[in-house]
């Protein structure tokens, strides 16, 4: 049950006028939600091959037409969405999915978006349909492992815009700046709030360390952290959220950048992503203060699939160009504590807080020991290109894996390092670790050598494999960072290539 509290700090309208959570949404409130704030126009958005939200737009003239819309959904040509439906799937139907209602904050006409799920047509769930692929994923882990799934992703992205010498930008060094040095602070803000009137949950949001000028342009990095949510709303939230940053992008005059690289020599962009398992309300990535053998199998499943995740979470060429060495994004497959060199991190979990806030605020005697802990693990590799759903999905099937290995905890403590992996240190353990593809080519390789664990129980259709090692080995990539060492102007016509990733 929602606290009053809650609805009340809650941005989402629905929710205040509704008074109930998202999750609880019927078709009923919906309607009862258009009729008294007068919407006049409605959305439905979906995600497509290339990971951007598509759009049908209706103008309901009549109760009747509204409940039609919003029960039996929309007749959509599926093959002209996707390039790989299951045979006689060509026409789908996408169906609302009434909990991700929520105001559009940029029309003139008052209009109410909604994402939706595909169905064949027989009614069933397009068993291909990225949504439904992830679903079936976490269902399953669910019920074999009693435990949720929460994530959270670190959205990064980059802002070009013409140079402003007034109060120069500092090169690379853009870490936590304000404003003015900080020039797009108020873009973040306004994003920051129209996120979270779209019903995702922010964690905080900050100018990052890429910022640089270079031909007259400035080139601005910021990023979006969210709360943990269970993973199928932390998709909705990345997807909504690089919506209305790309759109404030346009209405601001400027462009906008998830892409991994965005030019050569300075701080890529990646998509972290932070998870969490739940039961019963309690998190088990930590036990008696440490570290629990939950969270350490859960990232043993993760290490073991990692090669065949970039197939989902590194989609593009020049996401190769991001994972190399000294540019805090990885290269080996390892796990270390706050370390910024390995593939997952352990952060800090606030496990000291108490004591923390109570040195701080000595006059305060509030007693805080009831505190939750926050503790997450993160996985450095992805970045904006990824195709979200099926990396999401990837990430439950490696952690529902890690938690049946038998040799789990063994295999977390080989894997595990204490120093930074780009230094010297321990060279013969290093030489040990194995790493990342170097390619779109090679990741495709490593898909269709573990893709055994993702067609596990039909989760990942065999055809939706196919589709997605067709698409990376059609880049030919293959070797591509040798071939362009030193052809920087090669590299930047690369770059604009896949600028606008999805």
Known sequence: MMKNNDIQMNQNELVQYLKKPAKDFTRDDIIRFIAARGISMLNFRYVADDGKLKT???????????????????????????SFVESGASDLYVIPRYRTAFVNPFTEIPTLEILC??????????????????????SRFMAKTGFKFKAFGELEY??????????????????????PFAKFEDLRIEALELCAKAGCRIKYGHSEVGSFSRDGEDFEQHEIEFLPVEIDEAVDQLLIAKWIIRILGSEYGVEVSFAPKITVGKAGSGMHIHMMLEKCGTNMMVADGKLSDVAKKMMAGILHLSKSLTAFGNTIPTSYLRLVPHQEAPTNICWGDRNRSVLIRVPLGWNGAMDMIKDANPADKTDFSDMPSKQTVEIRSPDGSADIYKLFAGLVIAAEYGLEMKDGLKRAEELYVDYNIFDDSDKGKKKK?????????????????????????????????????????????KGLSEKLYNRNDEISKLVRQFLHCS
């Open 117 to 138: 799920s595909f169905y064949n047509s027989d009614g069933k769930p397009l068993e291909s349909a990225p949504e439904y692929i992830l679903r079936k994923a976490y």
């Open 433 to 477: 670790l194995e790493s990342l593809p170097a390619s779109c080519w090679e990741s495709a390789e490593c898909l269709i050598a573990q893709r055994k664990y993702f067609e596990k129980d039909g989760v990942f259709p065999a055809g939706v494999i196919d589709n997605v090692v067709a698409k990376l080995k059609a880049f030919d990539d």
């Open 56 to 82: 049908i737009n209706f103008v309901p003239f009549s109760r009747d037409h509204l409940e039609s819309i919003l029960t039996a959904g929309e007749r959509v040509d599926g093959s002209s969405l996707f």
């Open 158 to 179: 980059y802002i070009k815009s013409p140079q402003d010498d007034l109060y120069p930008l500092t090169d690379q060094k853009g870490y936590h700046q304000s404003s």
